[in-house]
């Protein structure tokens, strides 16, 4: 088998006017992303997802990373990674043992889309073997606990807001810290007060900071949230603060969760050699695809860090992340999005499998195991501009 053609279509999700509501980002009108398709002369093609700027994702994977991978099988997915990731020195760093990365395929843009080629190729190589992807990798279950991932409520409304999440069986649920009515520590202790009413003692409360404090903050937030018996606190700080988000995890009993913004193992080694990671979050279409979610599993692993993948924006994505959750020995839940997002429900013949007891169950059909609506990259057609608007 050998790949004949990458290609990328950049996609959006608007959101109707009605539906939009501010958060610390801004207030969200769209989600992007993009597909990948990696063809093959057997006729089987491959879809993957890639966050970014789904423009700037389509230049990189049409002009940059397809043309080196052309020709390749996709069966040395390793070797694909390796060569995406390495580039001009890829012979060299398979000669000698050690990566010798090209300087702007590290992280960023170029490492997005590097990673939905990576989800791609995998499909495309599970399908051949005729196998789901996560038996691919190697299969550790076929269903994971999930959790009910939103939040945005103002102050009391929390209550009802969270007790409709636990409502559809999700036996955990996460809120954000910053509402839409804006941010103080008071303010906030008042909404995971309500919540922890509206979801009573026995369901997991999960609050998520998006990276917006500082470590004081952070820290003098965590100790006022200790008694609502708060199962992890995620992106207390800066992702770009290993050091600080340290400080907080050293500060508190929570558990800290992070990784949806960072690249690669090498970021997910620095978080804990910065003694700042209890859960890793890395998100599949960012962090380098199934072949480097991989090795952080196994990194994290080491450290007893537990794996809870990023799941957000496109049904490829989140696809993708059930197969990463099913093949990780180290996943113990994994994201399902409470907010508004046809792209993810609404992009496949198939629906997704999640229970009324709070579990998804992997797809059996080979590959990433979904078909494209024959509608879907009509419907969803990319739309210039900005994610959010401040
Ligand atoms: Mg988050």
Same mark, same amino acid.
Request: no cysteine; glycine share 8%.
């Given at each position: 088998m050998k790949i004949t053609q990458v290609r990328a279509v950049p996609m959006s999700d608007p959101v109707p006017v009605e539906r939009r509501h501010r958060t610390d980002l801004g207030?969200?009108?769209k989600t992007d992303s993009a597909i990948i398709f990696v063809d093959t002369d057997t006729g089987l093609t491959g879809m993957g997802a890639a966050l970014g700027?789904? =423009?700037v994702v389509q230049a990189i994977v049409e002009h940059e990373l397809g043309p080196d991978i052309v020709g390749e099988d996709p069966m040395f997915s390793e070797r694909i990674y390796e060569k995406l990731y390495n580039g001009s020195r890829f012979r060299p760093a398979m000669e000698r043992g050690w990566q010798q990365p090209e300087p702007s395929r590290r992280r960023g843009m170029v490492m997005e889309a590097i990673a939905g080629v990576d989800i791609a190729v995998w499909d495309v190589k599970a399908q051949a073997l005729g196998v789901p992807v996560y038996q691919a990798l190697g299969a550790v279950r076929s269903e994971v606990r999930a959790y009910g991932s939103g939040g945005w409520a103002p102050g009391d409304e929390a209550e009802a807001e969270m007790a409709g999440y636990a409502a559809k069986g999700f036996s955990a649920v996460k809120m954000r810290v910053v509402g839409r009515d804006g941010f103080s520590i008071e303010n906030t202790v008042r909404r995971v007060r309500a919540a922890r009413r509206g979801i009573g003692p026995d369901v997991e409360l999960m609050v998520d900071a998006h990276g917006s404090l500082d470590v004081s903050t952070a820290v003098r937030l965590s100790k006022a949230l200790e008694e609502y018996d708060i199962a992890w606190f995620e992106e207390p700080v800066s992702p770009d603060d290993h050091h600080g988000q340290g400080l907080v995890r050293q500060a508190t009993k929570i558990p800290i969760a992070s990784g949806e913004r960072e690249f690669t193992r090498h970021d997910f080694l620095d978080l804990m050699e910065h003694g700042a990671l209890d859960i890793a979050q890395p998100d599949v279409a960012r962090a380098g695809g199934f072949t480097e979610i &991989? &090795? *952080?599993a196994a990194l994290t692993s080491t450290r007893q860090v537990r794996l809870a993948p990023? @799941?957000? =924006?496109s049904g490829?994505?989140?696809a993708a992340s059930i197969h990463v959750a099913m093949a990780a020995a180290n996943c113990h839940i994994l994201e399902v999005s409470q907010g508004y997002m046809?792209? *993810?429900?609404e992009l496949f013949e198939e629906p997704f499998d999640i229970r009324p007891d709070g579990t998804v169950? @992997?797809?059996e059909k080979p590959g990433l195991g979904f078909t494209l609506r024959p509608d879907a990259l009509e419907k969803f057609k990319y739309l210039p501009g900005p994610e959010y608007e401040w």
């Open positions: 207030t969200k009108v700027n789904p =423009g &991989r &090795r *952080i990023h @799941a957000w =924006g490829v994505l989140f046809p792209m *993810i429900w169950h @992997a797809p």
